[in-house]
């Protein structure tokens, strides 16, 4: 018996991921399944978990995820109130977005608090030095509380489109390590 490859289902942010963006390269090179969401502009905790939760069920096996700032805060919100995280294998959880910060909760309202319970699946956090959206050290503080382990991505601001990462193969190999850990 064959075991079924993970779905691998892509969370972009506020305002979505564009055509530059290291989420739509994925989805074109590999045939990652992007999560669509109803309302990119203002976004809905509620709507966006229920979305995510409809993705993770429809797929036909096991689930990684691959999360963008508010991508990430999304994950550990669903995770926190899901019966279904058993399929998820793991999540690569990049440049999280501090919903938490007086500009972006004014900005993003509905999504502080942060969920701070640890995940139930391996999860690892990639952090910039010079993220304008959350300083190194509150990615660091999300890492530990999420159980996910921190990689320093150094200083390429909100590691999107605009921090020049291309099709970001280290990323890549940082999602597919955390399938061979579950192997």
Request: glycine share 10%; hydrophobic share 45%; charged share 20%.
């Amino acid at each position: 018996m064959t075991a079924i490859a993970p779905t691998v289902l892509l969370l972009p942010g506020w305002q979505n991921s564009g055509p530059g963006h290291w989420q739509t390269r994925w989805e074109a090179l590999h045939g990652d399944r992007r999560v669509e969401q109803h309302d990119w502009m203002r976004p809905l905790r509620g709507d966006w978990s229920a979305r995510l939760e409809e993705e993770v069920i429809a797929a036909p096996g096991p689930v990684l995820l691959a999360a963008h700032s508010l991508g990430c805060i999304l994950a550990a919100a669903w995770a926190a109130h899901s019966r279904n995280t058993a399929k998820v294998l793991g999540a690569l959880l990049v440049a999280p977005g501090d919903v938490e910060r007086e500009d972006l909760r004014q900005q993003i309202p509905g999504w502080a608090p942060i969920a701070r319970r640890p995940l139930p699946f391996a999860a690892v956090l990639v952090g910039s030095t010079d993220d304008p959206y959350c300083s190194a050290g509150r990615a660091r503080g999300l890492a530990a509380d999420w159980g996910a382990r921190f990689v320093d991505g150094g200083a390429r601001g909100h590691l999107n489109a605009e921090s020049g990462l291309g099709d970001w193969p280290e990323g890549r190999a940082l999602l597919l390590d955390l399938n061979r850990r579950k192997s």
